[in-house]
Each structure stands twice: as structure tokens, then as C-alpha cells.
């Protein structure tokens, strides 16, 4: 079945020239290096991540698209099926500042955000950084945190800084936030509220290896953890390059109309008692040009939107009490969404994104 447009043209050629950049200009040789740098740097990041999550490419490419567009990466799953793993593996990949913190009923704001602590020598107080202060902060089982504690970390997740007593601190460039939680394992847990879940990009699930997967995993976990021998492949710098490049990716005003019809859709929907915020709209167009970098384009599709939605939309989404009567979760909305919502028309014969939604 033909796929709808937004407005006519003139077939294949126009829609497409509607969706690239209209005009590529003398630094398009320089910009295509730059994309392609991106992808040779995403691949050898990508592969130090599968030395130690086997059968998982769709995840590991996820992670690093989030990385590139600056946001926040929450993975929630059952206990014991890589979380963590994932979380550290993507850290030790890249040679910057990572700190690793074990959310608790007990732990304070100001093991997260640093305190002022009284210097007798100086006769004056000393700030003393918090474990936010790294370029990578591996948060695990972030729900069993108190909701003081884990407020501490909407202002740094946001706007890159934190203020204690008054003095602001700016964070470290790339800085990212990677947490952990148990969606059934919820004996002493505080569930995160919708302010602190929209500050997340992305939302993943692990999900169950499979079969042969998990055989590899007996051979390369079996005696030793595969992380030991993971060596960094880039470097802060060179993370702030290939941020920069995601940059540049093109999204044109049909793509750019389609989000904007896409997020105003789960805010009209009778199955939806909250919608997507206007953070998640920037956050699905800037997660869109970085997967489109690591496919090698300079401009988005909307098959990339497509693609991305439910990661990064489905977390936002509050189903009504009449959608949780109907066992209606707010992907499946969301997926409903998707479906029937018109796009505009891509390149003929394209290739669509490889990353899967959730079943």
C-alpha cells in the first residue's frame, strides 16, 4: 500500500530533494569526511561493546546514538541480563572520567552533587566534587534511591551544571548519565517521577539472549569477566567531535513537521493521560540526526524518527486508567500512533533503520 504524503510533489526525486539539504555548498567534501570519521570511530566503539554484550547489536547501536546526541540513557530490565554490563562496557570504551555509583535507600544528594567541607589549614570551606563530576556517571538501580537523592540529579542531567551553596559548577564535555532499575524487583524502591524519566533520551530494554548467543557468553564469561580486557577506543575529545558531527545532520521541514505531528498525537490521545513534552520532541529530532550519521547520511528520514520513537517517547507516556484496564501499554499506543500518523515521503527504494521496537 502506497505510503501517505504530507503535501503532493512531483514523485520519488522531489520528496527526496524535500528531505536532503537543499544545498550542500562547498563544505559538503569536508562534511562527509566528518560522517565518515563518525561512523569508523561509532564502529570501533560499538565492537569493544559486543566483546562483552553478545547478540545485542540493536542495543549497543542505541547506546552510542544516545551518546552522540548528548542525552541520557535509562536501561530497565530484569535483574542479571546485562544492565550493568552494558552501562560499564560503554564507559571503559571511551578513555574519560567515569564514576560508578550504587543508588541506595541511604545514599545523600551530596554523594551526587559534591559538599562544602570546612579546611582548618585555609580557615574556609572547600568544595569537594561528587561522583556527578565525571564525563560518564554509571548510576545502578537508580529506583532504589530516595526521591531527594534523586532529584540531585535533575539539574545536572539538564543543564550541565550544579550548584551547592549557592556556587553553580559546570560539568565536564560529553557528560552522560547511564541508569539502571528493575522493573519487578520493587520491594524498597521509589519509582522515578515523570520529571526525572523525561530527562532520560532513551529508554531500553536488554531482553533474554539468544540461544547461541548465551553459549558464546559461557565461553567468553566463563573464567574470567570479558571486561577486564577491554582496552578505550576514543577519548573524550574525540567523543566531542563525533557529538559535533551529529550536529550537522540535515532534518528537513517535512521530517522536522512530521515529529511535530508525531509528539502532538500521544498529547490528543484518548488512551493517554500525558503526552510527550517539548524536551522529548528535541530529543527525538537530535537522536534522529545522530542515527543517521551512523548510517552514513547527512540528512534524517523519517523511517529514522519511526525507528526511534518508542525509545525515546514510550517512558514519557502515562497511559488513562481505561487503557490500563485494557492491558494498553503506552508503546502499544504509542506503535498505534505511529502506524496511522502520515509521513512524508523518503527516497525511493531506501533502506529503513535496522533498530527494532520491542515486542
Known amino acids: 500500500m502506497a505510503r501517505p504524503t504530507l503535501s503532493e510533489g ?7 530533494d524535500r528531505i536532503r539539504p537543499e544545498d550542500p555548498g562547498a563544505g559538503a567534501g569536508a562534511a562527509t569526511a566528518r560522517l565518515a570519521g563518525l561512523r569508523t570511530s561509532a564502529a570501533a566503539i560499538a565492537a569493544n ?20 546526541a548528548e542525552g541520557h540513557l535509562l536501561i530497565e530490565d530484569v535483574p542479571g541480563v546485562g544492565k550493568t554490563m552494558l552501562a560499564k562496557a560503554l564507559a571503559r570504551s571511551i578513555d574519560c572520567s567515569v564514576k560508578r555509583v550504587q543508588f ?12 562544602s567541607v570546612y ?40 543543564e550541565r551544571q550544579v550548584t551547592v551553596d549557592g556556587v553553580t559548577y559546570e560539568l565536564g564535555t560529553p557528560f552522560m548519565v547511564i541508569a539502571t532499575q528493575n522493573p519487578i524487583e520493587m520491594e524498597g524502591t521509589y519509582p522515578l517521577p515523570e520529571a526525572q524519566r523525561d530527562r532520560f533520551t532513551a529508554r ?15 565461553d567468553t564469561h566463563g573464567t574470567v569477566s570479558a571486561l577486564d580486557d577491554i582496552e578505550p577506543v576514543a577519548d573524550a575529545l574525540e567523543v566531542a567531535g ?9 532534518v528537513s521541514d517535512p521530517v522536522r513537521r ?35 550519521a551512523l548510517d ?5 528520514l523519517p523511517d529514522d524518527v519511526q525507528a526511534l520513537a518508542e525509545p525515546v517517547l514510550a517512558h514519557r507516556l502515562l497511559p488513562t486508567a481505561e487503557a490500563q484496564i485494557g492491558r494498553r501499554s503506552p508503546a502499544a499506543v504509542l506503535a498505534d500512533i505511529v502506524a496511522r500518523l502520515p509521513v512524508p515521503s523518503d527516497r525511493a527504494g531506501a533502506a529503513r533503520p535496522t533498530l527494532r521496537r520491542r515486542s
Do not use: W
Request: hydrophobic letters at 50%.
Open 119 to 158: 579546611n582548618p589549614d585555609t580557615r574556609d570551606f572547600e568544595f569537594k566534587p561528587g561522583a556527578v563530576f565525571a564525563n560518564i556517571v554509571v548510576g545502578d538501580e537508580i529506583n532504589r534511591a530516595s526521591p531527594k537523592t534523586q532529584a540531585a540529579l535533575l539539574e545536572c542531567m539538564e
Open 49 to 68: 561493546i559486543e566483546r562483552v554484550i553478545e547478540g545485542k547489536p540493536d542495543i549497543v547501536r542505541l547506546a552510542i546514538v544516545v551518546l552522540l
Open 258 to 292: 512530521y515529529v511535530i505531528d508525531l509528539v502532538t498525537a500521544t498529547r490528543t490521545s484518548a488512551e493517554l493521560r500525558l503526552g510527550a513534552s517539548p524536551r522529548a520532541t528535541l530529543q527525538l529530532v537530535r537522536t534522529a540526526r545522530a542515527f543517521a
Open 242 to 250: 563525533l557529538v559535533d558531527a551529529a550536529r550537522g545532520v540535515h
Open 10 to 16: 512531483s514523485g520519488p526525486a522531489a520528496a527526496a
Open 104 to 115: 541506595t535507600p541511604d545514599l545523600l544528594p551530596s554523594d551526587l552533587t559534591g559538599v
Open 204 to 218: 531500553i530494554s536488554m531482553g533474554y539472549p539468544a540461544a547461541q548467543a548465551e553459549l558464546d557468553m559461557l
Open 296 to 300: 552514513g547520511r547527512d540528512f534524517a
